[in-house]
């Protein structure tokens, strides 16, 4: 079993920046991808990044390409959301997953251990 953690999340301006976190625990070794997902009250939840945890090859959605970066850090077992030029529709809770062995994909449905969630609010 993997536990995620995320933190970071808060409320900022528009324009801010904000930096995610999401530490695994437990059963670490068989994980192959991380990935950022969002959902905002009264929307399907929406994929954002991912990351391949061998190469570090990255993917991310086309509305946050260019203003997020997905980065890991091996030694912590810990993924990152680096999110600048924050805008109002950025707000939503905020989703670490992880999926074992498989590479980075945009489908949730992929993922095997989810975070609890931190909640991003931008103001306008």
């Known amino acids: 079993q993997v536990q995620l953690v995320e933190s970071g999340g808060g409320l900022v301006q528009a324009g801010d920046s904000l930096r995610l976190s999401c530490a695994a625990s437990?059963?670490?070794?068989?994980?192959?991808?991380m990935g950022w997902f969002r959902q905002a009250p009264g929307k399907e939840r929406e994929f954002v990044a991912a990351?391949?945890?061998?190469?570090?090859?990255?993917i991310y959605s086309d509305s946050v390409k260019g203003r997020f970066t997905i980065l890991r850090d091996n030694a912590k077992s810990t993924v990152y959301l680096q999110m600048n030029s924050l805008k109002p529709e950025d707000t939503a809770n905020y989703y670490c997953a992880g999926r074992n062995y498989g590479l980075a994909s945009r489908q949730g449905t992929l993922y095997d251990y989810w975070g609890q969630g931190t909640q991003v609010t931008v103001s306008s």
């Open positions: 437990g059963r670490t070794s068989s994980t192959g991808s």
């Open positions: 990351i391949y945890w061998v190469s570090g090859s990255t």
